[in-house]
Each structure stands twice: as structure tokens, then as C-alpha cells.
């Protein structure tokens, strides 16, 4: 029996393709957009990066075990990669959720209680007085932090699907492999 053939003569149908390393990339691409690219360059971050109004969850899992296919191919050691990857993505997560509650619980609360109209222009000082010494050193810290580990992951991302790719289209050389690609946005 024949297998369908594309125009260049590779089978029509798709190799495997461990779906959930895109699904975190995304996760986290949305976040960076949203949240951290706007505020890369701004001494405010630390009080204008909007904090997440539910706790980003760890919804996506990936079973090492069925990539063992991987052991096949001159990428051996990227099991191991992937497992660090996993492990920075949940620390990752969890930091974004505790900068978030922070925010919410604490920041927001003191700038409330200061009648702080939210949208209004207040010096850098001001914010900082209110906040306190510690506060405001916890959120400058855990949003450098949020912003660090986004977009550490996403490059590490970008190298863990390149490799994945490449291993893919080296066990099915007669398949599409689909890929995926950030857009090198400024």
C-alpha cells in the first residue's frame, strides 16, 4: 500500500509532533507581549507592569517518555534540556503569581489607601514613599525577575524547538514537518 505523496513526492502524513513545547511558547510569548515588552526599558515597571488578575496556571505537561524517540538522533541531550526547561517554566510561572499577588494585595492596597487615582501622573519619589523601602524593593526585584526569566525562556524555547524540529525532520525525512517561528518583532 502506498502512502499519500505531496508534490515533491514527501508523505502527506505528519510526523509526531510534541505539541505542548508550543503551547508553553505561546503561554509566554501572549504574557511577554502583553505584560513585559511594553515596560523593558521603563524605571516604572516595578508599579506599572499590570499584575495578572488570575494566577497563571501550569496547565500544560510534557511526558519525557514519549520523546524518547529523541535518543535516536544527534540531539540526545536535549531530554535533559527539556527537562530543565520544564522545571524554569514552572519558576517562571510561579513568579509571575507572586509578583501578580503582591501587586494586588499589597501595592494596590497602599496606593488606595494614599487616594492614588489610578491613570493620574505621580512622580517616581511619591510612589516609592508610599510604598515603603522594602515594598518597593520587592517589586522592582521580582519584576526584573518576571522579566528576566520570560524572556530567558522564550529563547530557550526557540532553541529547544529548532532542535526538536531538527530531529524530527532527520527520523522523517519524507514528511511535512510542521514548524513554528516567533516573529523578530521591535
Known sequence: ???????????????PRPKDVVLIFNKLVGYEKQIVRPHLKNSKAFIEMQPTL???KDDISIDIDSLSFILDTEYRNLLGEISVYLSVYRNTLEAINQRSNI??????TKLENAE???????????IEKILGDRLTSIMKDSTQQVIELTTDLITSNDDITYKLESALKNLYPNHDIITSSRENEA
Open 103 to 108: 501587586h494586588i494585595h499589597q501595592v494596590q
Open 54 to 56: 488570575e494566577n497563571v
Open 116 to 126: 492614588f487615582i489610578e491613570g493620574k501622573c505621580y512622580p517616581i519619589e511619591h
Open 1 to 15: 500500500m502506498s502512502r499519500p505523496r505531496g508534490s515533491r513526492g514527501r508523505s502527506l502524513e505528519p510526523a
